[in-house]
């Protein structure tokens, strides 16, 4: 069992910085892929990141490639989003979520709302 909770949400402006953190609960955290997803108003939940469980591979969605970097320290049970650059575009509900894969991700936390003005 995992529990997961997002914090680091809020309010930027164009061209600003975030950093969400998502953190674990559950003694199986360090074996698990762990990801970021988002969702727009209206929109359906899209991928955003996801990292392996040593930390080792990561993989991104285009859109954010170059501007988020995603990690995580197995030691504290976190993972974070470090985004830059950010963009109106951005705008969603950011939740973490654990699994077997970037596509089996069966734990899932509350999220947390992200606002980029313009």
């Known amino acids: 069992q995992v529990q997961l909770v997002e914090s680091g949400g809020g309010l930027v402006q164009a061209g600003g910085s975030l950093r969400l953190s998502c953190a674990a609960s559950?003694?199986?955290?360090?074996?698990?892929?762990m990801g970021w997803f988002r969702q727009a108003p209206g929109k359906e939940r899209e991928f955003v990141a996801a990292i392996s469980w040593s930390g080792g591979s990561t993989y991104y969605t285009e859109s954010v490639n170059g501007r988020f970097t995603i990690s995580r320290d197995n030691a504290k049970n976190t993972m974070y989003l470090q985004m830059n650059s950010l963009k109106p575009e951005d705008t969603a509900v950011y939740s973490c979520a654990a699994g077997d894969s970037a596509t089996l991700m069966d734990y899932w936390g509350q999220g947390t709302q992200v606002t980029v003005a313009s």
């Open positions: 559950g003694r199986t955290f360090s074996s698990r892929t």
